[in-house]
């Protein structure tokens, strides 16, 4: 009994020193289609453990640590966003808030919306698909959004998740054209399971979209360029992770609640 408890103490120890350490290079292997220097997340270095157990409880450690993950996947996920968010949060307490133009950010006819067109605050968010934190806060920004009739928030598909996250993005793009875009960004943001290429679709045509043309229009050069070019915007920016905001001319990184989403967007309207 005494031996079991100490294996599943140092198994959680060594998961958190794994992720830490080594296992953000497993995260970062994710994030291929992120331009050269648009993503990085945080160096650890952990301090040396003394091994306290035989060659044989390591290998068990080892096979706990392994199995757990294999089975929990999306916790690696959720460890490398954390470390993301704190790493932008504290960029952003030694420095003044990040400035942009609003009209650099929002591109006309590519970008998709909801709101109102004309509304006086832009909210533009970088997010993807797999992101947790995306997910939790999505309903925050529809409530925004039917609360508000003075405001406009732009989707920037940013997928830095992998070639999963990418199709996501694609087919959510390619659905602007069948006019079901924020639909079916809903639907993929309710989904709590991987988003496979199977998963997509079959969401898609849950919501009523036509497959077939969904398929044709995800390989068009108006989808690819989207998406290129958030990737390109996100690094001028130094926009590192997702969920991340730009409300009125004010970068914000991480996921915001809807009260503090309702105080910046009153902020910037009264400024």
């Known amino acids: 009994?005494?031996?079991?408890?100490?294996?599943?103490?140092?198994?959680?120890?060594?998961?958190?020193?794994?992720?830490?350490?080594?296992?953000?290079?497993?995260?970062?292997?994710n994030l291929t289609p992120i331009p050269e220097g648009a993503l990085t997340?945080?160096?650890?270095?952990?301090?040396?453990?003394e091994p306290t157990f035989s060659d044989s409880q390591q290998a068990e450690i080892g096979q706990i640590v392994r199995d757990y993950l294999v089975q929990n996947p999306d916790v690696i996920v959720e460890v490398l966003q954390i470390l993301q968010n704190r790493q932008q949060a504290a960029q952003q307490q030694q420095q003044q808030p990040a400035r942009v133009d609003p009209a650099v950010v929002y591109n006309e006819g590519q970008d998709p919306i909801i709101g109102?067109?004309?509304?006086?605050?832009?909210?533009?968010?970088?997010?993807d698909y797999h992101c947790p934190f995306c997910k939790r806060i999505s309903?925050?920004?529809?409530?925004?959004?039917?609360?508000?009739?003075?405001?406009?928030?732009?989707?920037?598909?940013?997928?830095v998740f992998g070639d999963d996250s990418v199709f996501a993005a694609r087919a959510s793009l390619a659905s602007m054209k069948q006019g079901l875009y924020h639909e079916y960004h809903l639907a993929m943001m309710k989904n709590r399971g991987r988003l496979t290429e199977?998963?997509?679709m079959k969401l898609a045509k849950k919501v009523g979209l036509d497959v077939d043309q969904l398929e044709e229009d995800m390989d068009s050069p108006e989808v690819?360029?989207?998406?290129?070019?958030?990737?390109?915007?996100?690094q001028r920016l130094g926009i590192r992770g997702t969920p991340s905001f730009i409300i009125g001319d004010e970068i914000v990184p991480g996921a915001l609640d809807i009260n503090t989403m309702r105080r910046l967007v009153e902020s910037k309207r009264q400024s």
């Open 116 to 127: 109102n067109p004309e509304g006086s605050v832009t909210v533009v968010e970088f997010f």
């Open 139 to 159: 309903t925050s920004i529809a409530k925004l959004v039917e609360g508000d009739s003075d405001v406009r928030v732009v989707f920037k598909e940013f997928p």
């Open 224 to 234: 690819e360029a989207t998406i290129q070019e958030n990737y390109r915007l996100a």
């Open 41 to 49: 997340l945080p160096s650890t270095a952990a301090a040396p453990v």
């Open 198 to 200: 199977r998963t997509v």
């Open 1 to 29: 009994m005494i031996l079991a408890k100490r294996l599943i103490a140092a198994a959680g120890t060594a998961f958190v020193l794994s992720i830490g350490a080594s296992g953000l290079a497993l995260g970062q292997d």
